[in-house]
């Protein structure tokens, strides 16, 4: 077994069980993934469409230190690992010492990344000296895109959507481009797949997530002792207020056939899992 520390790279997606995994990692003693829960580095970097998680100096004043906001000390850290050649690997590299063997970045929207930017990034961490492991976590295409957008109203207060119901919201968000970076799973997978090795990637349902077998799997795959007990706590939980519209979850299901038919094949427990399928 190699004696090099290992990086979890999470590329998501959104609304999968990532929070929850993120926790589930840290609270190992042997891991240490930093003073954020996202860093959200790559993405703003080098995806137009998640520009906005780009730091600047002109935002850090008017950063806020409520739930959903990066603090003004996150976003210096964040600027630093953006724009100096090096930082980001330097700063894990820094946590990876001693006792601590499992660090990384669970970022969902680095499900957009493709191939050429997966190599770029396992390269650097590979020179930094870590054994790089991906992991991408999958949920029924229209429960990821309707907890998204319950997500979105419950962290911002609605903000300029207080007159807009949640199925308007819904309805004029699924097939965004952000959306779509976050749903279509056989273009993130193919990029993985592109740019790792089999052995060093990890695939997961959010559906099967907090079992004990699935539990035991994800702990094996990082070289943790498994906590079964984590498998009744929920994290970052979007509650339902009501059904989802009958119609407006067919549209869903229309337009992401493609991921579903993917999933069917590759991963045949979906047919049973996820009941929109």
């Not at 891991?31 to 860093?39: F, S």
């Not at 207060?157 to 481009?177: I, K, M, V, Y």
């Not at 989802?244 to 992401?256: E, F, P, W």
Request: charged fraction near 25%.
């Amino acid at each position: 077994m190699s004696s090099r520390p290992i990086f979890v790279l999470g590329l998501g997606a959104q609304k999968c069980g990532t929070t929850w995994l993120q926790r589930y990692l840290n609270a190992a003693p042997s891991c240490d993934m930093g003073r954020l829960k996202e860093y959200h580095i790559w993405d703003g970097v080098l995806v137009p469409e998640f520009a906005f998680y780009r730091a600047r100096k002109a935002d850090l004043l008017r950063v806020r230190s409520e739930p959903g906001h990066f603090s003004r000390r996150e976003q210096w850290l964040r600027l630093k690992m953006q724009r100096v050649a090096g930082a980001y690997e330097r700063y894990f590299a820094d946590l990876a010492k001693g006792p601590i063997k499992l660090t990384g970045d669970i970022s969902p929207s680095y499900s957009s990344l493709r191939a050429p930017q997966l190599r770029d990034i396992r390269a650097r961490l590979e020179r930094a000296g870590f054994t790089v492991k991906v992991v991408f976590l999958m949920r029924d295409p229209v429960e990821r895109c309707w907890s998204s957008v319950r997500m979105t109203r419950r962290i911002d207060g609605l903000g300029n959507r207080a007159s807009e119901s949640e199925r308007a919201h819904l309805a004029q968000s699924f097939d965004s481009r952000i959306f779509e970076l976050r749903t279509n799973y056989h273009e993130t997978i193919a990029a993985i797949e592109a740019a790792f090795d089999a052995p060093d990637i990890y695939y997961g349902l959010f559906e099967d997530m907090f079992t004990e077998p699935e539990i035991r799997r994800v702990s094996a795959f990082f070289g943790i002792s498994p906590d079964v007990t984590m498998a009744t706590r929920r994290v970052n939980a979007s509650p339902k207020s009501d059904a989802l519209d009958a119609d407006l979850g067919a549209a869903i299901r229309q337009h992401y056939a493609p991921v579903y038919d993917f999933c069917r094949a590759r991963f045949p427990q979906t047919a049973q899992v996820w009941q929109a399928a």
